[in-house]
């Protein structure tokens, strides 16, 4: 625990202007990011007695191992950077929105010849129209089912749009009415565009004119004795009806406004935002966070107008913002606000009417949410802690192991020999921190000396890490922006876990003691007894089986083994499909591509002559000799085989090539999105 007397700037060398300041552990990893009208005044709050700063505070304060600042010139600029930094840096104390996920928009994707409807995530694109957000992406659906019969427009992806187009059949929608089939021309682009845009209008609000429509033209239908037509107009209407009843109106004046409630206590706060479009409750969102100072709620609220409008622009951000609390002071975020959206944006606090009572109601919401959350965090909490202590009294450590990361090796009969390293802090997983390792050092499988070389890599790596950035150093450490980040082994754990028994914890320990790092415990979890090895003891450690520890150990040693062998599938998965072809020089994809076409497989493009590859558009006497060289030389690649039945797929059968679309390959793991390879 540091002493923040340490490392506290001397007098006078702090500005007395606007600046965004960063507190730093002794592993030089950014903790906290703050902003200040005066920075002086500010940070001058943190160094004052222990006992009289708020305990959050003073664990930061102690936490933390050196302090520095950039001075800008207005709080507008103060409060973006501040936002910026949070966003690259995922300060470990600041306000945490812990579920703050990508939530769903109802998606019009007006950019396309043929535009789609659809639920889409993430970065807003150019060109396209949203509509929420939406708490859950099954009230999306549900509301588009009930307008297609009244607005049939597209829904589906490129592939199914191509497909359809190219067979001249439309896919089921297309049959059943919920779709006016583009794809097979039923409809011009045109007339599909104007639906489109009618879909989009109704969905803006604007939907007692169209209605109004719908009814003339269902009575003129009947009094032209159309009934059969009259009753699909009938139906239309009910649809709508439906489809508006989920959003009835709360503000009368067709107001567009985000209301924001905070409910708090004193060390947690929930937010609630209710989404006002076109006078209707458009979705919802919630987070809850953790107060890491004494901070008010307009504080609170400050950073929540940061999380929702900090990625925003244009009309997502709307035109009004109630709120129970304004920041202090107020003017440079409305400021930032009005930038963000490109014209003013009021914000304030409802006095009266209707917008004060609908305010009231995502209050009450966001009490449920605090009350929701505790109970379920009391618990939550409390199993961790309770996992992370027995852990610590079994393998006799000093204190409970916060960072904990754990190894695997995964191989196929000694080929593709591949590591894993998961990370769990505070005893979740840290998925941004998982690496994967190909063993370079040797070919074959031996299990043990795979984790000596792993650990002896990555601890390599930290320790190159620690003498980058000064760590070492006698002295003040003077760091660039860039080179002060955490880098990707500059963290090192508490605890390491091996999967497997004695042999390979010794392989750990053994290639940290060559490092010199004794610092670090090492433990490994054999899978047969779940027993728990030390490299010190001839004996195992066994943990009850009702052991919240064991079951975290056990959490951790099967989420490696779940990120070792889905790497390993992967990398086996690319062998199999490689191709003589690939070794070729000069011959690109689109050449493979037309001679596979050609002769319909590899084992055929084998036995073809010279003269008969030469038939394939593009493909010289040249190129053909060096094909046929290389198709002559090469060994016949492995049969690719189906898994689920045990199949060997002969590449007569297949009809495709190793290495192109339409291989059936062995099937393994989604592609893992997390980790690097190293």
């Known amino acids: 625990m540091a002493d923040p007397s340490s490392y506290r700037p001397r007098p006078g060398e702090i500005p007395d202007s606007p600046g965004v300041y960063r507190f730093r552990d002794e592993h030089r990893r950014v903790i906290y990011v703050g902003k200040a009208k005066s920075l002086r005044?500010?940070?001058?709050?943190?160094?004052?007695?222990?006992?009289?700063?708020?305990?959050?505070?003073?664990?930061?304060?102690?936490?933390?191992?050196?302090?520095?600042?950039?001075?800008?010139?207005?709080?507008?600029?103060?409060?973006?950077?501040?936002?910026?930094?949070?966003?690259?840096?995922?300060?470990?104390?600041?306000?945490?929105?812990?579920?703050?996920?990508?939530?769903?928009?109802?998606?019009?994707?007006m950019n396309e010849e043929f535009p789609r409807v659809q639920v889409m995530r993430g970065q807003k694109r150019k060109g396209v129209r949203y509509f929420g957000p939406y708490s859950h992406a099954w009230a999306i659906r549900d509301t588009v089912d009930l307008l297609l019969r009244v607005f049939p427009v597209r829904t589906c992806s490129a592939g199914v749009f191509k497909n359809a187009a190219r067979t001249g059949r439309p896919c089921l929608l297309g049959y059943i009415g919920k779709c006016s089939a583009p794809c097979v021309a039923r409809i011009s682009p045109e007339d599909h565009r104007e639906l489109a845009e009618e879909f989009c209008d109704f969905m803006a609000g604007r939907t007692g004119a169209y209605l109004r429509r719908l009814e003339r033209q269902m009575m003129e239908a009947a009094e032209e004795m159309e009934y059969e037509r009259a009753a699909r107009l009938r139906d239309d209407i009910e649809a709508l009806k439906r489809a508006m009843e989920k959003n009835a109106v709360v503000l009368t004046d067709a107001t567009d406004a985000d209301l924001i409630a905070v409910a708090e206590d004193e060390l947690e706060a929930a937010?609630?935002?209710?989404?006002?479009?076109?006078?209707?409750?458009?979705?919802?969102?919630?987070?809850?966070?953790?107060?890491?100072?004494?901070?008010?709620?307009?504080?609170l609220v400050e950073h929540a107008l940061q999380q929702l409008y900090g990625e925003e622009t244009g009309d997502s951000v709307p035109k009004?913002?109630?709120?129970?609390?304004?920041?202090?002071?107020?003017?440079?975020?409305?400021?930032?606000?009005?930038?963000?959206?490109?014209?003013?944006?009021?914000?304030?606090?409802?006095?009266?009417?209707?917008?004060?009572?609908?305010?009231?109601?995502?209050?009450?919401?966001a009490q449920q949410a605090l009350a929701l959350h505790k109970?379920?965090?009391?618990?939550?909490?409390?199993?961790?802690?309770r996992a992370l202590e027995e852990i610590a009294e079994a393998l006799d450590l000093d204190s409970a192991p916060l960072r904990i990361e754990c190894y695997d090796i995964s191989h196929l009969q000694g080929e593709d020999v591949v590591a894993s390293m998961v990370v769990f802090e505070d005893g979740l997983q840290r998925k941004g921190e998982y690496r994967?390792?190909?063993?370079?050092?040797?070919?074959?499988?031996?299990?043990?000396?795979?984790?000596?070389?792993?650990i002896n890599r990555r601890f390599r790596r930290y320790l190159a890490e620690k003498e980058k950035t000064g760590e070492w150093a006698d002295g003040e450490v003077s760091?660039?922006?860039?080179?002060?980040?955490?880098?990707?082994?500059?963290?090192?754990?508490?605890?390491?876990?091996?999967?497997?028994?004695?042999p390979q914890v010794a392989a750990a320990r053994r290639a940290l003691d060559e490092l010199g790092i004794d610092d670090i415990a090492v433990c490994g979890l054999a899978k047969r007894l779940e027993e728990v090895w030390l490299p010190s003891q001839d004996d195992p450690v066994v943990l009850p089986r009702t052991s919240e520890g064991l079951y975290l150990l056990q959490r951790i040693r099967d989420e490696a083994h779940r990120f070792a062998i889905t790497y390993q599938r992967t990398k086996r998965a690319k062998r199999v499909r490689s191709s003589p072809l690939d070794e070729v020089?000069?011959?690109?994809?689109?050449?493979?591509?037309?001679?596979?076409?050609?002769?319909?497989?590899?084992?055929?493009?084998?036995?073809?002559?010279?003269d008969q590859i030469q038939e394939v558009p593009g493909i010289g006497r040249k190129t053909a000799e060096t094909i046929a060289v290389a198709l002559a030389q090469?060994?016949?690649?492995?049969?690719?085989?189906?898994?689920?039945?045990?199949?060997?797929?002969?590449?007569?059968?297949?009809?495709?090539?190793?290495?192109?679309?339409?291989?059936?390959?062995?099937?393994?793991?989604?592609?893992?999105?997390?980790?690097?390879?190293?």
Do not use: C
Request: proline residues 7%; neutral net charge.
């Open 41 to 109: 005044q500010r940070l001058a709050n943190y160094f004052q007695d222990l006992a009289g700063l708020h305990p959050r505070t003073r664990t930061m304060v102690t936490t933390a191992a050196s302090v520095e600042w950039t001075v800008v010139s207005t709080e507008v600029e103060a409060l973006q950077l501040e936002y910026t930094w949070i966003k690259e840096f995922d300060p470990r104390f600041n306000v945490k929105y812990r579920d703050d996920k990508s939530y769903p928009y109802l998606a019009v994707t």
């Open 271 to 299: 937010v609630q935002i209710f989404h006002v479009r076109g006078g209707r409750v458009r979705g919802q969102r919630g987070w809850v966070t953790d107060k890491v100072e004494d901070v008010t709620t307009g504080a």
């Open 320 to 365: 009004e913002v109630l709120v129970p609390a304004l920041p202090d002071p107020i003017e440079p975020v409305q400021e930032w606000l009005t930038g963000r959206r490109g014209s003013g944006v009021s914000l304030r606090i409802p006095q009266r009417g209707d917008k004060k009572a609908l305010m009231e109601t995502v209050q009450r919401n």
């Open 375 to 385: 109970t379920k965090r009391a618990s939550d909490l409390t199993t961790r802690s």
């Open 436 to 454: 994967r390792f190909q063993i370079k050092g040797f070919e074959g499988q031996d299990d043990v000396r795979s984790m000596h070389e792993v």
């Open 479 to 502: 760091l660039t922006e860039e080179d002060g980040r955490p880098k990707r082994f500059a963290y090192p754990p508490q605890l390491v876990v091996v999967d497997g028994g004695r």
């Open 585 to 610: 020089p000069g011959l690109g994809e689109a050449r493979k591509q037309a001679l596979v076409k050609h002769f319909g497989s590899v084992k055929k493009l084998r036995s073809a002559t010279i």
């Open 634 to 678: 090469a060994a016949p690649a492995a049969p690719a085989v189906n898994t689920a039945t045990g199949e060997i797929m002969e590449e007569e059968e297949s009809g495709t090539m190793p290495g192109f679309p339409g291989e059936p390959v062995s099937a393994g793991a989604p592609d893992e999105r997390r980790g690097q390879e190293t």
